[in-house]
């Protein structure tokens, strides 16, 4: 997930993700029956604990959330309507049953009578209402709530006060509650596995309004036991989870120490991510690591964002010409070994719409330049400052950065300057579409086109930080929105694919893959493509 929006997931060397195609033919199934069932432990000590390192959240607050570190902590702590399984498939949380209007605008549910908060008080269809009211609340003035929420009736006017409450949204009884939404939309089920539909106890919330999310009362898989900051989270299973009691009963995320794999090898973590400075050591069969090695694909596009309205970015042969003076392959290769593939376009491999068609600008100085020569500014000289906005510390940024900054200079005779800052700067520039030119990652929410051509590309959208606009893109994403037939839908998602594409918002850049290593104690670990509830699914086995 994303930071007020996204699953916005920077590519770092750290965690360097690869992009490897596997057969997603499924986009969602929507099921009435019972999730899948935990796997049961074998052997596992009450006293057993699972070792991950970890970063301190930037908030626990779900209706506030957008990054996909927050985001691994809220998916096991807090729970929705409904959840994302293990195959992505869309399933029943709080939910028991599920009744959706012929004509598509209303879904009504019908929760489970075995539903409660960690504090054993049971959630009602009233705590869901009074729920989704906070997250359209004006005071807490969330845009990422807007952004997955408003196809809701009413969300959009509660959310800017011009209404007292969401009218799309009905407490029938105690346990049955409606949700109307504008349009029929294939999505929308999707949207509320999102943190911004979760259920939080107002009853805590009210009492303790400044510091409830330090040991939030959610009705997840997980409770919070300890939380020392910088220092380490505790989660402690919920032995009244309604989708069974998790096998692990204790998971601490190490939230300092020094090299992960370093620990992974003195028995300190469980899993850790391999960088491109221990790839070669991992890939090696003689290297007791490498048996322990896995790689799985994440629904993570990174790419470089060219602002529209700002100059030179507001030329189109400007932006093509930027995207056709880098070799972004040759970058791989070398800066990162391999590990991680160039991107093709903007959905990533497995993806319900992906097709495998390389619909990037291809590496070409000579046509870079005539690019360069077409535009209104005709040439380098003439180009106003460029800076390139980046995470970090200090001025040079991060090593594929530095690379293309060369190749610029080289191809195009163009100097582009590196602004480092902090991260909380750099995504207050982003939200406010500051920034001229910058590096981030988008990593999908749910596993559909929508989740990031629509919300990154529509004029409107409020994620769309390049300030791009396209009036054929939109009506083509708009068509997709209602859309009930799955083969039209992508056509109308890749031909929008294309568009944009050629219209270089975006420099895609690489595709994503996860290395790591996981102990031989632990079971059934999970690296989805997408930010999900895993930790119950998994067991450890002590020897």
Do not use: C
């Amino acid at each position: 997930m994303n930071s007020k929006k996204f699953f916005a997931l920077l590519l770092t060397i750290l965690t360097v993700l690869v992009g490897i195609v596997f057969g997603l033919t499924l986009l969602l199934r929507i099921t009435n029956q019972q999730p899948v069932e935990n796997i049961q432990n074998i052997g596992s000590e009450p006293a057993s604990i699972l070792k991950l390192a970890g970063s301190e959240p930037n908030t626990l607050d779900p209706h506030l959330m957008g990054d996909a570190n927050s985001a691994q902590y809220a998916s096991e702590i807090y729970g929705g309507l409904v959840t994302i399984t293990p195959a992505l498939e869309i399933n029943l949380d709080l939910a028991e049953s599920l009744d959706i209007s012929e004509d598509g605008l209303v879904y009504r549910f019908k929760l489970r009578e075995n539903i409660f908060f960690h504090s054993g008080r049971k959630v009602t269809a009233d705590d869901i209402k009074w729920s989704f009211e906070r997250a359209a609340s004006p005071e807490l003035n969330s845009n990422t709530s807007l952004t997955y929420l408003a196809d809701i009736i009413g969300f959009k006017e509660k959310r800017f006060g011009l209404a007292s409450s969401i009218s799309g949204i009905t407490v029938i009884d105690k346990s049955t509650i409606e949700i109307t939404i504008d349009s029929p939309k294939a999505y929308f089920l999707a949207k509320l596995s999102y943190p911004t539909a979760f259920v939080l106890d107002y009853q805590q919330i009210e009492a303790n309004p400044r510091n409830w999310t330090r040991k939030p009362n959610g009705t997840g898989p997980y409770k919070i036991k300890e939380w020392r900051l910088s220092e380490k989270i505790i989660l402690e299973s919920n032995s009244s989870y309604h989708l069974g009691v998790p096998n692990i009963q204790m998971v601490e995320y190490q939230l300092s120490g020094g090299s992960v794999l370093t620990r992974f090898e003195n028995g300190e973590v469980d899993v850790a991510y391999i960088s491109t400075s221990d790839i070669d050591r991992v890939l090696d069969p003689n290297e007791k690591l490498n048996k322990l090695y896995k790689q799985s694909t994440s629904f993570t596009t990174s790419y470089i964002g060219l602002n529209i309205n700002q100059a030179p970015f507001d030329d189109v042969n400007v932006r093509k010409a930027f995207a056709s003076a880098i070799d972004i392959k040759k970058v791989t290769d070398l800066t990162f070994k391999g590990m991680t593939p160039q991107a093709t376009g903007i959905l990533p491999p497995g993806m319900f719409g992906y097709d495998s068609s390389i619909k990037t600008y291809s590496f070409n100085p000579e046509k870079a330049r005539e690019y360069l020569s077409r535009s209104k500014y005709g040439s380098a000289e003439n180009l106003p400052t460029i800076v390139f906005s980046d995470i970090g510390a200090g001025a040079e940024g991060s090593t594929d950065i530095q690379a293309y900054v060369e190749q610029w200079k080289t191809n195009l005779g163009v100097n582009v300057n590196i602004r480092q800052t902090d991260a909380a700067s750099f995504f207050a520039d982003l939200d406010l579409k500051k920034m001229q030119m910058y590096s981030i990652g988008w990593i999908l929410d749910y596993p559909d086109p929508e989740n990031i051509l629509d919300l990154k590309f529509h004029s409107q959208s409020a994620e769309n930080n390049e300030n791009y606009s396209n009036f054929e893109v939109d009506d083509l994403l708009e068509k997709a929105r209602i859309e009930t037939d799955s083969l039209k839908r992508v056509e109308y998602y890749q031909e929008a694919e294309r568009m944009i594409v050629r219209d270089v918002p975006w420099i895609p850049t690489y595709f994503s893959v996860t290395h790591y290593v996981v102990s031989d104690r632990l079971k059934n670990w999970l690296e989805p493509s997408i930010i999900i509830p895993r930790l119950r699914f998994a067991s450890l086995q002590e020897k």
